[in-house]
């Protein structure tokens, strides 16, 4: 059974950092495309970065610059390290494996102005 499990959301300031992480299970992260989602309040869920499982990486035009995606093969966890953070990045963050297209439950970041 895949399981993707989110953790690391909070509230923080505008300009702050959060690391976001998930671990999978039953699936090898390094063996997939893997990504990071966000839905906003009232907004559509919009993909925010993606790692292939060569290594590239694309982001939103929107976080370009200030989110990194990475991942540890050895903990089986991928990471959305996010850098000077805005409000309009609150959201609810989820992981995907793109493979399968099994999701994570979602962990909230709001960043206060």
């Known amino acids: 059974q895949v399981q993707l499990v989110e953790s690391g959301g909070g509230l923080v300031q505008a300009g702050g950092s959060l690391r976001l992480s998930c671990a999978a299970s039953g699936i090898v992260a390094s063996f997939v495309t893997m990504a990071w989602h966000r839905q906003g309040p009232g907004k559509q869920r919009e993909l925010v970065a993606r790692?292939?499982?060569?290594?590239?990486?694309n982001y939103a035009d929107s976080v370009k610059g200030r989110f990194t995606i990475s991942r540890d093969i050895a903990k089986n966890t991928v990471y959305l390290q996010m850098n000077n953070l805005k409000p309009e990045d609150t959201a609810v963050y989820y992981c995907?494996?793109?493979?399968?297209?099994?999701w994570g439950q979602g962990t909230r970041v709001t960043v206060s102005s």
């Open positions: 995907n494996a793109v493979i399968g297209d099994y």
């Open positions: 790692l292939t499982v060569g290594g590239s990486t």
